[in-house]
């Protein structure tokens, strides 16, 4: 079994430097989620589904900004939403 990584994670959109912030318990399985939906047009952020169409998934990069505990989880991912700022023009949260 994987060991699984807790933490924040950020999806970088290259063509356009947009980006998403997120975090989970289980990262690598989440980016599998978030893939799955996006090249079966599912997600559930239209902005970031738009860009995925758009862009194609070529466009897009996937990495974990922090390991952390399941108990720092929510706070380090709301630290990065406030430093990173990836809404509006910015992003796709």
């Not at 356009?16 to 978030?34: A, C, P």
């Not at 996006?38 to 900004?65: I, M, P, R, T």
Request: charged fraction near 25%.
């Amino acid at each position: 079994m994987a060991n699984k990584i807790c933490g924040v994670y950020k999806i970088t959109n290259t063509a356009n430097g947009k980006i998403y912030v997120g975090s989970s318990n289980d990262i690598k399985k989440r980016w599998q989620q978030h893939k799955a939906k996006l090249c079966n047009d599912e997600h559930g952020n239209a902005y970031l589904q738009n860009a995925w169409n758009k862009y194609g998934e070529d466009s897009f990069d996937f990495e974990v900004v922090e390991e952390c505990s399941p108990e720092l989880q929510f706070e380090r991912e709301q630290f990065y939403l406030n430093t990173l700022s990836p809404f509006d023009d910015n992003g796709y949260n």
